[in-house]
């Protein structure tokens, strides 16, 4: 079993930066492949980026690529999102997920076995 909580979302204006924090625990966080998803009011859920075990590897959502940026710390088990240049169109909760047997290009909220409870972002305009 794997508990996810992120931090770090709140109100924000078009332009400005948040940085998101997703962390785990358990002691086998090198096992999964990290990811961020979002969902906007009356939207389904959205993939963002995913991140694979090593760090090495990722895979960004073209909405947010250039604009985002993900990493993790397999010593703190913590995955983070710094997203630059917000927009309204950002606004959503943004959920971390851990998947054991996801691959770096898994993109479907069901290849993830353990979810966050989600974190706020609003962009203002």
């Known amino acids: 079993q794997v508990m996810l909580v992120e931090s770090g979302g709140g109100l924000v204006q078009a332009g400005g930066s948040l940085r998101l924090s997703c962390t785990a625990s358990?002691?086998?966080?090198?096992?999964?492949?990290m990811a961020w998803f979002r969902q906007a009011p009356g939207k389904e859920r959205e993939f963002v980026v995913v991140?694979?075990?090593?760090?090495?590897?990722?895979n960004y959502a073209g909405s947010v690529k250039g604009r985002f940026t993900i990493s993790r710390d397999n010593v703190k088990n913590t995955v983070y999102l710094q997203m630059n240049s917000l927009k309204p169109e950002d606004t959503a909760v943004y959920y971390c997920?851990?998947?054991?047997?996801?691959?770096?290009?898994?993109?479907?909220?069901?290849?993830?076995?353990?979810w966050g409870q989600g974190t706020q972002v609003t962009v203002s305009s």
């Open positions: 997920a851990a998947g054991s047997g996801a691959a770096v290009t898994a993109r479907s909220w069901y290849e993830y076995d353990y």
């Open positions: 358990g002691r086998t966080f090198g096992n999964y492949v």
């Open positions: 991140i694979g075990r090593t760090g090495s590897n990722t």
